[in-house]
């Protein structure tokens, strides 16, 4: 069971009979959550587009290109220089 108190969700449940606590990072949005009537239309929109993944929140947008968009970029121009050398 997860509740919301302002910035902090506890999750109970899952694991244990004991009570953790999350903050939200700095640059997350006020609401750690969207209301599921908003989540459940943003999946069926992605459904509708034949879409692979349905994101709700554009805030990591920047985080996960760094993790893992660059490096896997980084791996194509490593495989062309590879190419290149061999060649």
Do not use: C, W
Not at 5 to 22: C, D, E, H, I, L
Not at 44 to 56: D, E, K, M, W
């Amino acid at each position: 069971m997860t509740e919301i108190s302002g910035k902090v969700a506890f999750v109970t449940g899952g694991g244990g009979p004991f009570q953790r606590s999350r903050t939200a990072p700095a640059y997350h949005k006020v609401e750690l959550f969207r209301p599921p009537e908003e989540v459940a239309e943003m999946v069926l929109s992605a459904v509708r587009r034949n879409r692979a993944f349905a994101l709700t929140d554009d805030s990591y947008r920047d985080a996960f290109i760094r993790q893992y968009v660059d490096p896997v970029m980084q791996a194509f121009e490593d495989v062309a220089e590879f190419d290149q050398k061999m060649s």
